[in-house]
Structures are given as structure tokens and as C-alpha cells.
């Protein structure tokens, strides 16, 4: 069963930055996309990043030119770089794995939901 452990949430003040981990387990983690979801209160999850396992990366249009997403295979961990954080940035932000990018935004992730790392950007 595939398994996800998020890091590295808090509190942080608009335009601040913040790095998201994720490690990744039960799962040959290298051959699948990876990606980062989030949930704010009384909201859908969306996806806001997702990377193949050859580092082709694709963001939403929201965190476009802020967001970095990364991975390293032999880590079996994927990352979230936030920068110029926003208030609406504010969510429990989660990972997963999928086939494919697209899949990942078409159908879902492969996997069950972590516990997800809560990001809170305010003033």
C-alpha cells in the first residue's frame, strides 16, 4: 500500500515561502508522476503541481511562475517549493502518485491521502 508522510507547513506571513516534503513509501516510487494537491476549508481539493518521473513539471495557473516542484527518485521524496505565498494559498496541502500528469488531473491519484501538511498564510 502506498504511503505518504508530508512535512513542513506552518504559519508564514503573505510573500513568505515555505518548503513541503513528502516521502514516499510501498511503491516503486520512480516510475510514477508525482503530485501536490490542496484542500482549503469548505473547498475541493485541487491539483496544483504534478512532475513525471523524468521531471516534466505542470502547475495551475494560481501557483504558476511561485511554485517549484521537484522529486528525487532514489529518495523516494517529492517537494513543494512556495514562494510570494498568498492568503488563498491557506490549505492542508497533500501528495500522491498517479500514471500520468494528465491522469492525476483527469481520473485521480493512485493512492490512499496522507495526513497532509497544514500551510496557513496570514498577517
Known amino acids: 500500500q502506498v504511503q505518504f508522510v508530508e512535512s513542513g507547513g506552518g504559519l508564514v506571513q503573505p510573500g513568505g515561502s515555505l518548503r513541503l516534503s513528502c516521502a514516499v513509501s510501498?511503491?516503486?516510487?520512480?516510475?510514477?508522476?508525482a503530485g501536490w494537491y490542496r484542500q482549503a476549508p469548505g473547498k475541493q481539493r485541487e491539483l496544483v503541481a504534478t512532475i513525471t518521473s523524468g521531471g516534466s513539471t505542470k502547475y495551475a495557473d494560481s501557483v504558476k511562475g511561485r511554485f517549484t516542484i521537484s522529486r528525487d527518485n532514489a529518495k523516494n521524496t517529492v517537494w513543494l517549493q512556495m514562494n510570494s505565498l498568498k492568503p488563498e494559498d491557506t490549505a492542508v496541502y497533500y501528495c500522491?502518485?498517479?500514471?500520468?500528469?494528465?491522469?492525476?488531473?483527469?481520473?485521480?491519484?493512485?493512492?490512499?491521502w496522507g495526513q497532509g501538511t497544514q500551510v496557513t498564510v496570514s498577517s
Open positions: 500522491n502518485v498517479g500514471t500520468s500528469m494528465g491522469a492525476m488531473s483527469s481520473v485521480g491519484p493512485i493512492g490512499s
Open positions: 510501498g511503491t516503486i516510487f520512480s516510475i510514477y508522476a
